[in-house]
């Protein structure tokens, strides 16, 4: 046994430093934290000191026990976790949970994992440092009790299952107003004045107006003071100027760069990078520093010498404007300058050229350009056409990269022909174009990023999980819109003649933008008007500042705790006991047949419009909303359109057809059949003919495309993509394959391909007990019994199970039998009974 364990939180990392170490070193993982708060009970002392109750999970107790064994025969135990706070609260979890001695237990942190930094870390440990510890479990229990208190006044005031947390309502809360900030915009249109000229040398110079027009009538007058007039260069102003590279990459840049020039979710970033450092290929990925070590610097120079010359070497350090930057010493960048890419997959591929390239320009020359701006003059109006342009005198670091924008309105500016000042030029066109003021963008989620840590609310670690939450909650969804046609108008003058006319443009798409659902607004009003503290923009941020005043201890994280929870639990219990239900309801009229409120609110289920309320005599009736409609675009012949629903359109081969609005959509019924319309399809519009289209594609979607085994294959798309579907069994049909003109030998090979990998993904089957055993993702496995199963970590070897221990394992995770309810019959017979008796008491006195 070797005399040394080190212990690091993910078996990727694990296996990497293996390589580095020698066998007197075992390298175990924790398979992240062995210990957390309870899931079934708030598990802080709140009524004391606020001392977390921590556990270890289910399936956390193998992982302890084998580290336990481990940590017992080796003469000295390496806690090897993260830099960060999660990674010194996992540190200290184990040396609490494993009883580790002081005297033979050492702390070591690196920021990459390379053969070097391990070295050099094992040559320098340090203790435990409990001010991070202390940091990270202040945000822990402060989030416990913001979730846990407010999440049971969501399900008693709003709806059930709904879910409250200090980072993620405040990033819902930025989302909602920024939906309204679009709802209540109101465009104005205005004329933009683009022209295009040329020099002698037919050279086209393209210029513009420094100012629009606000009325058609004002460009039209504009036009036509140009016709036979001419052009000359008023002034050129010529200007040296430099582009300096952005710094290296944080965790937040990282997102927002890999969000605008690789289109990946900040959750996917996450993931590839953190595949990267685990591989030994890029330092740590959870980091505000935008500082290189000495040593990367030294490393980027010798490649930028070797690979572009010495004149497009500049060495530079760069100072963070994050407020309260904590933890890791150095910026994202790789830990080999000289490795340009990596052979892995494509997207972790090109994550790592990102950072690359990012790094390596950050110690780069400036580029050198040369401004030129063209001043046109014309003899028949005083306004002055502009023209912009820029020439790369040197490219520094532009030669590798150059940093992304989320301005959807910036333009390039382009490269000028060698003008003179009075050179006459001549007017191939100029145009007046209708344009219309933008609403505010919706949030990308790499520009929610940008806006939180703006706000200094939350840090790199909270970002992708917060993001991911929202939407999993479904307060906040992906737009899916291309957008809306609107109709501008243009007009022309070319030679000397106006031409006006009426374009088509799209506006309002909000694809991959992160809005609201009715349920996030609802909730978001809510949280707003009862709990305005912990949803204070301010507030949170200064939290933050808490935890990092923590961590430096210049804080007592118990006091602040204290701090907190003493105004927040009375404003809790405030507000359930004395608040009213909050539905969003919005009166939208009358229905004109009896009198009655129509209203739209959230339902049970959902958005949903009512006629009539419940205290009437009659039962209130309820719609469902169709697609598009919202609680706050819902107009009131919308609302009554939909009562129209469901709507029978005719009869096909003897059943009537239907048409309505279901929880996933609207939909034809046809028999027992449901058939979804298409995308953006109004139920209201369906007519016979279009239903009976619906059905007979659906039927001819169902039908057989070839028996096999005396048994039908089907073919369909679903949202993995195309399958066909043969035995119950759904098999992926990759792009190697022409889905659409699959032979019938495609068809064998993906069936018993599928078969064949069904087979080899059973570990054990005992089939008399009706109990197998199969391989899972992520190298876990399964134990199924009809409707059980039960996930198995990936510490347990499998195949080495017994029947009798999966038995017992079953046994341990089947679902608990309740107790038979007593009737209530007897219950209020008793209530009654002691009620006589209580009156008869009180007569007798």
Do not use: C
Request: hydrophobic share 35%.
């Amino acid at each position: 046994m070797a005399k040394n364990l080190v212990i690091v939180e993910s078996p990727a990392k694990a296996k990497t430093i293996e390589k580095f170490l020698g066998k007197e070193y075992t390298v175990a993982s924790s398979f992240g934290h062995i210990a957390d708060l309870p899931a079934k009970e708030l598990g802080v002392d709140v009524e004391g000191d606020f001392k977390p109750k921590y556990i270890v999970s289910k399936d956390k107790k193998d992982v302890v026990k084998k580290l336990k064994d481990l940590s017992k025969k080796a003469e000295m135990i390496w806690l090897a976790s993260d830099e960060d706070r999660e990674g010194e609260a996992i540190a200290w979890h184990l040396a609490e949970e494993l009883n580790l001695e002081e005297s033979r237990t050492k702390r070591i942190v690196f920021h990459e994992i390379t053969k070097n930094a391990i070295l050099k870390a094992i040559e320098n440990p340090r203790k435990i440092d409990y001010n991070l510890v202390n940091a990270q479990q202040a945000r822990r229990v402060l989030d416990r009790l913001v979730g846990y208190e407010l999440s049971p006044v969501l399900w008693r005031k709003v709806k059930g299952g709904l879910s409250a947390g200090r980072v993620q309502s405040v990033s819902v809360r930025l989302i909602v107003e920024r939906e309204r900030e679009i709802i209540d915009f109101k465009p104005v249109a205005s004329y933009r004045i683009d022209a295009e000229f040329s020099n002698a040398e037919g050279k086209s110079i393209k210029a513009k107006l420094p100012k629009n027009f606000k009325t058609k009538k004002q460009a039209e007058d504009f036009l036509k003071a140009n016709i036979e007039a001419s052009h000359k260069v008023g002034d050129l102003i010529t200007k040296p100027a430099k582009k300096s590279p952005a710094p290296p990459f944080t965790t937040s840049t990282l997102q927002q760069e890999a969000s605008r020039k690789l289109y990946f979710s900040v959750s996917k970033t996450m993931t590839m990078a953190q595949r990267l450092y685990e591989a030994g290929l890029i330092t740590y990925m959870r980091t505000d520093s935008v500082n290189l070590s000495a040593e990367a610097q030294k490393g980027a120079k010798a490649e930028i010498v070797s690979a572009y010359g010495e004149e497009f070497s500049k060495a530079r350090q760069y100072k963070g404007k994050s407020k309260g930057a904590q933890e890791a010493h150095e910026a994202i960048r790789p830990t080999d300058f000289s490795r340009h890419t990596v052979n892995m997959d494509s997207d972790q591929q090109r994550l790592y050229e990102l950072i690359w390239k990012r790094a390596i320009a950050s110690q780069m020359s400036d580029a050198k350009l040369e401004r030129t701006q063209v001043r046109i003059e014309t003899n028949s109006h005083k306004e002055i056409f502009v023209a912009n342009g820029e020439v790369i005198k040197f490219e520094g670091f532009l030669k590798v990269y150059l940093e992304g924008s989320d301005d959807e309105d910036e333009e390039q500016e382009g490269i000028l022909p060698a003008l003179k000042v009075n050179e006459v030029l001549h007017r191939n066109f100029i145009s007046a174009t209708e344009r219309f003021t933008r609403p505010p963008s919706r949030y990308s989620e790499a520009a929610l990023v940008k806006k939180l840590e703006e706000l200094g609310i939350g840090r790199p670690s909270t970002y992708a999980p917060t993001i991911s939450t929202i939407q999993n909650r479904k307060y906040v969804e992906k737009g899916a819109k291309e957008g809306e046609e609107r109709n501008y108008t243009s007009l022309r003058l070319s030679g000397d003649v106006i031409k006006g006319s009426t374009l088509k443009e799209k506006v309002g798409s909000d694809k991959g933008k992160l809005i609201p659902t009715d349920v996030g607004m609802v909730v978001n009003d809510f949280l707003v008007n009862h709990f305005s503290t912990v949803l204070d923009y301010n507030f949170t941020a200064k939290v933050e500042q808490d935890f990092d005043d923590i961590a430096e201890g210049n804080e007592d994280w118990k006091e602040v705790m204290k701090e907190f929870y003493n105004e927040f639990h009375p404003r809790v219990q405030d507000v359930a006991e004395n608040a009213d239900r909050e539905v969003g309801e919005r009166i939208l009229g009358e229905d004109p047949e009896n009198g009655k409120p129509v209203s739209v609110r959230l339902g049970r289920f959902g958005p949903m419009v009512q006629i009539g309320s419940v205290e009437d005599e009659e039962k209130p009736k309820f719609a469902s909303l169709g697609p598009g409609q919202t609680l706050s675009n819902l107009t009131f012949e919308q609302a009554m359109d939909l009562f129209q629903l469901p709507k029978e359109v005719g009869e096909y081969k003897g059943e009537i057809l239907t048409v309505n609005n279901g929880r996933f959509g609207p939909y034809v019924k046809y028999g027992d059949k449901f058939v979804s319309l298409d995308k953006g399809e109004d139920p209201l519009d369906i007519s016979l003919e279009r239903a009976i289209e619906l059905v007979v594609a659906k039927e001819k979607a169902d039908a057989p495309i070839y028996m096999y085994e005396d048994l039908p294959v089907q073919k369909g798309t679903g949202r993995f993509g195309p399958f066909i579907k043969w035995n119950g069994m759904f098999i992926n049909v990759n792009k190697k394959y022409d889905f659409d003109n699959l032979s019938d030998e495609d068809i064998v090979h993906l069936i018993e391909e599928k078969k064949q990998k069904e087979i080899d993904k059973v570990i054990h089957n005992w089939e008399d007990e009706g109990i197998r055993v199969e391989k899972a993702r992520w190298g876990r496995s399964n134990v199924i019994k009809g409707k059980l199963k039960v996930e198995l970590p990936k510490t347990v070897d499998a195949s080495k199970l017994s029947l009798e221990e999966v038995k017992d394992i079953l046994e341990k995770n089947a679902p608990k039998k309740k107790a038979p309810k007593k009737k209530a019959a007897k219950k209020t017979t008793t209530k009654k009974n002691t009620s006589k008796k209580t009156a008869t008491t009180k007569k007798k006195k």
